[in-house]
Nanobody, 117 residues
């Protein structure tokens, strides 16, 4: 059974930082491209950042220079370090895993990030 379990969300003031983690089980983690997506209130889900199985990263323009995605294949975990947070970063953040050849994908249950003073 595949599970992606996000953690690290919460309430933070503007300008603050959070680190999200996504622990994967039931998959051969090193064979998956990993990504973080978010869904702000009343809006569609959007890509935030992704990291390939080989470690290549890609970011949405809105988070470049503020967020950093990384992965630890030994721990089957992907991280999203979020700095200089803004109120518009408020959203439910989801972890995604996509097999590098088949494209089969999985989603986590999401973690709430709220940026507010």
């Amino acid at each position: 059974q595949v599970q992606l379990v996000e953690s690290g969300g919460g309430l933070v003031q503007p300008g603050g930082s959070l680190r999200l983690s996504c622990a994967a089980s039931g998959i051969t983690f090193r064979l998956y491209n990993m990504g973080w997506y978010r869904q702000p209130p009343g809006k569609q889900r959007e890509m935030v950042a992704n990291i390939s199985s080989g470690g290549r990263t890609n970011y949405a323009d809105s988070v470049k220079g503020r967020f950093t995605i990384s992965r630890d294949n030994a721990k089957n975990t992907v991280y999203l370090q979020m700095n200089s947070l803004k109120p518009e970063d408020t959203a439910v953040y989801y972890c995604n895993a996509e097999h590098l050849s088949s494209g089969r994908g999985y989603w986590g249950q999401g973690t709430q990030v709220t940026v507010s003073s």
